[in-house]
Structure formats: structure tokens, C-alpha cells
């Protein structure tokens, strides 16, 4: 994982898929953000068919999700965007709903989520086995204080 220095770090990581998938990179990200203090991580993916969540995994909500976009954008021929193989034009569709970035607050080097949150890759393209991720962490200005 490179990474650049400036006011912000930032490391890119490649994922690669086996086609409609979802890919839980939630350690890579703890990796990423492990001794950075606090501030905010946004993780983005430069890709025109994948997004990314903050989802649960491990319960089957994976398949769920996949299926629940194959209702939502059918894999069919309706499509005026053709190219690539049947139903594609529906993976263009995919990050109007699972947005391509998502921003997490870091506090004292850890991501802060939920109990079952994990921040996942969406990607439904069996045309494109090879994905680019982007951490870029931020450093908070002030003290972060929580109060309980």
C-alpha cells in the first residue's frame, strides 16, 4: 500500500474480483488507518461500475444484496448501454445506488463502526476482474473529545 505524503495520506489497493461480488475490506482499511490519530478515512473506488457500503457480512446479507440489484437492474437486454457482456448496462447503473466513496471517522487509529458494520466492495461487473481502492485519511485539527 503506497502512500503520499501532504495533508492527507493516502495508499490505493487492488482487489480482485471473481465477478458479482461483495468484497469486505474492512481490514485493509484498520491496516490503513492503525496509528493515524484521529480524523476521517474516505475510501473510494475510480471505477464507473462499483461502489462501496458500510454493510454487515457473514450472514448470507451478500447474496442477499447482489440479488436484491439484480431486481432493482435486471441483467437483460432493455439497456441502452450494450457493450460488454449481456445485461452490462445495468453495472453503469450500480453506482447511482451503491455510491463509489464513503467517508468513516477515525478515532486513535481505528475505524469507528458499528459492531456488524464492515465497509465492502460492490461489484456486480464480470467484465472487470481487477479493481483500484483509494484510503485517504485526513488528520482532525482539533482534540477529538468524546463525551459519553
Do not use: K
Not at 1 to 14: C, L, N, Q, V, Y
Not at 64 to 79: C, K, M, Q, S, T
Not at 83 to 88: A, E, M, N, Q, R
Not at 101 to 108: G, R, T
Amino acid at each position: 500500500m503506497p502512500a503520499t505524503s501532504g495533508p492527507g495520506t493516502t495508499a490505493e489497493i487492488t482487489v480482485r474480483t471473481t465477478s458479482r461480488q461483495v468484497v469486505d475490506l474492512t481490514e485493509e482499511l484498520r491496516r490503513f488507518c492503525r496509528g493515524r490519530g484521529h480524523g476521517l478515512v474516505n475510501v473510494f473506488a475510480p471505477h464507473a461500475t462499483a461502489g462501496l457500503a458500510l454493510f454487515e457480512t457473514g450472514s448470507g446479507s451478500e447474496a442477499d444484496l447482489v440479488e436484491l440489484l439484480d431486481r432493482i437492474a435486471p441483467r437483460d437486454d432493455r439497456y441502452r448501454h450494450r457493450h460488454g457482456s449481456p445485461g452490462h448496462g445495468a453495472d453503469h447503473l450500480l453506482p447511482a445506488l451503491v455510491s463509489p466513496s464513503l467517508v468513516v471517522p477515525v478515532d486513535d487509529g481505528q475505524p469507528y463502526l458499528g459492531t456488524w458494520q464492515r465497509v465492502v466492495l460492490v461489484d456486480l461487473n464480470a467484465d472487470n476482474p481487477e479493481r483500484q481502492v483509494r484510503f485517504t485519511f485526513v488528520t482532525a485539527q482539533a482534540e477529538v473529545r468524546r463525551e459519553v
